[in-house]
């Protein structure tokens, strides 16, 4: 008798089966846990050269990333990251002289951001 996914009820096709040696069963199971273990600790390895780097950045740096959705991210200017698009950051470029004359313009009513102090 057939068996039926209990979700979407269709019927549920057994694997065919195969005459290979015992030994060459137990050795794929071993295999898929091995690359698995390779796979995690390439991951782990990753994460630990991240962390290495963001606590040798010097304070202060700004650091640059493309987010998960195409975004250009500045980390380092506050708590979260500064991401626009692409043709934001272009449109905010271009725009440059004009922001910084206003700044210049206004320098007496616009405070100074005071750099956190670590403990």
Do not use: H
């Not at 640059?64 to 470029?93: D, E, H, I, N, T």
């Not at 700044?103 to 007496?108: M, Q, R, V």
Request: aromatic share 4%; proline share 6%.
């Amino acid at each position: 008798m057939a068996k039926k996914n209990p979700i979407t009820g269709k019927e549920i096709k057994a694997a065919p089966k195969t005459d290979s040696a015992p030994e060459a069963q137990s050795v794929a199971p071993e295999q898929s846990e091995a690359d698995a273990l390779r796979a995690e600790l390439a991951q782990v390895k990753k994460e630990l050269a991240n962390a290495e780097a963001k606590k040798n950045r010097a304070e202060g740096e700004l650091t640059l990333k493309v987010s998960q959705k195409g975004c250009v991210s500045v980390y380092g200017m506050g708590r979260f990251p500064q991401s626009l698009y692409k043709s934001q950051w272009k449109r905010l470029a271009k725009e440059m002289p004009r922001i910084m004359e206003f700044i210049e313009a206004n320098d007496a009513i616009l405070p100074e951001k005071k750099a956190a102090v670590k403990k």
